[in-house]
């Protein structure tokens, strides 16, 4: 059977043609074979049930260590069991549907921790999200989707570099780009000026992440109406695949600026724009180590176009890690069924709103001769810019920081250098910043510039 003449890419010839399209190679072959998992699957609820390769009670339940069970002694019996044993490969469904719930009543709600600028009644309908180990393998199973030699993937500059390792060298994509901001401030129409040249009818791939990283921005209103028209007037020209990069999810500090994600309100917008989300619990509750993360698309749960991507991601999963860790799952359904999280997740929130207004006004007094803060109001980040005047490069910054300033920062191409204040206490940004000033003055007295 040639790979266009599987079900799974019929479904999504017939339902979605624009996402078809825009599928690389790889994308088209793969579907999820019916080997030892589905197989198992099959068997489940069976009275023998000699498929999978875990080692049971003969009942189903785990039979673990003793260690490894009082190490997870928080959990009850049932959610113990499931954390030790494997999960199925799409995930542990109570935690899809949990997290499915947990988006849209995000996305629906007018005073949630992530409000958008949508009302309940009108969200878009939305897939149950495939389990990914953490947000980059997300990012990474799109690009198997949607990358492929020689596409296009369009994302404004300065960017989070391991979007290149991700598309351009594991895929061989090619990544276009285009100034995050133009004239001190943020540049909407992005994605047209970073596609401008590409043949028409072409399929391409944008890549959107809000809050920002490393620029730590999130549009206004009317800035991200201007960048949702900006998508759609690509899509008038070819197949559009914008991934929606949530990882910072709901982590905004000014009042007019929208919390929720874009991909609901770009959902539906264009019969030729395919949104994609990847979020997970990394940021959105703060578990860094955990490593799970989700995969949503803009479809009915149940049609055969859903079906059919969860067909080829669960393939995609299931070769490069078998499945998805269960314990880390068990500790965000844990987490999410407690009546307690919202406001958990608004005490990290507010933990950064202090220390982001501490670091603005710190900010607000360096000499524009030697930095230039780019504009930030969300997230965990925020970006500094060599003035004109310094010769020295943001790595030669970077360095002489490490050596002189007992100080780390990111460096970013020739000219940003990235603040990553969620890990500095907001006691100690003053005196940040200040090392900062006086590490760049130190260079460019040292030079003349």
Not at 75 to 81: K, T
Not at 136 to 152: C, N
Not at 287 to 301: D, I, K, M, S, Y
């Amino acid at each position: 059977m040639r790979p266009a003449d599987t079900p799974e890419n019929a479904a999504l010839l017939e339902e979605k043609p624009a996402l078809f399209a825009a599928l690389s190679p790889l994308g088209r072959r793969v579907a999820f074979p019916a080997d030892i998992p589905a197989q198992a699957a099959d068997a489940r609820g069976k009275a023998f049930n000699a498929t999978i390769g875990q080692i049971t009670d003969g009942k189903g339940g785990a039979v673990a260590l003793a260690p490894t069970a009082a190490a997870l002694g928080g959990l009850g019996p049932e959610e113990r069991n499931r954390a030790i044993l494997y999960s199925p490969v799409q995930g542990i469904e109570p935690l899809r549907v949990a997290w499915r719930r947990w988006q849209r009543r995000a996305a629906g709600s007018g005073d949630g921790p992530q409000a958008s600028t949508l009302p309940p009644s009108t969200l878009p309908p939305s897939t149950r999200p495939l389990v990914t180990a953490g947000l980059t393998h997300g990012l990474s199973i799109a690009a198997d989707l949607f990358g492929g030699e020689g596409r296009a993937v369009a994302v404004p500059a300065p960017f989070w570099g391991n979007y290149r390792q991700t598309f351009a060298n594991r895929t061989g994509a090619v990544m276009r780009t285009a100034p995050a901001y133009r004239e001190g401030g943020f540049h909407p129409e992005w994605p047209e000026e970073a596609l401008d040249g590409l043949p028409a009818e072409e399929p391409a791939v944008a890549i959107v992440n809000l809050p920002s990283n490393p620029g730590g921005y999130s549009p206004t209103v009317e800035e991200r109406r201007r960048l949702i028209a900006s998508l759609v007037r690509e899509a008038e020209r070819r197949p559009l695949v914008v991934l929606c990069d949530d990882a910072y999810a709901g982590l905004v500090y000014e009042p007019g600026v929208p919390r929720g994600s874009i991909f609901w309100e770009l959902a539906g917008r264009h019969q030729r724009l395919v949104p994609v989300k990847i979020d997970g619990a990394t940021k959105e509750l703060s578990f860094f180590g955990g490593r799970v993360g989700f995969l949503t698309f803009a479809f009915e749960p149940e049609s055969a176009a859903a079906e059919a991507l969860e067909s080829k991601v669960k393939c995609l999963i299931r070769a490069v890690m078998g499945s998805p860790v269960a314990t880390s799952q068990m500790v965000v359904l844990a987490a999410l069924e407690d009546p307690g999280v919202e406001a958990e997740v608004e005490r990290v929130r507010v933990l950064l709103e202090g220390r982001y207004r501490v670091l603005r006004e710190a900010l607000a007094a360096v000499d524009r001769e030697l930095l230039l803060p780019l504009p930030f109001n969300s997230g965990c980040f925020v970006l500094l810019e060599l003035a004109a005047g310094v010769t020295a490069t943001a790595d030669q910054v970077r360095r002489h920081l490490l050596d002189a300033h007992d100080t780390g920062l990111v460096s970013i191409g020739e000219r940003h250098l990235r603040i990553a204040f969620c890990s500095v206490g907001g006691e100690a940004l003053p005196e940040l910043v200040r090392r900062i000033e006086s590490g760049v003055r130190e260079l460019a007295s040292a030079s003349g510039g």
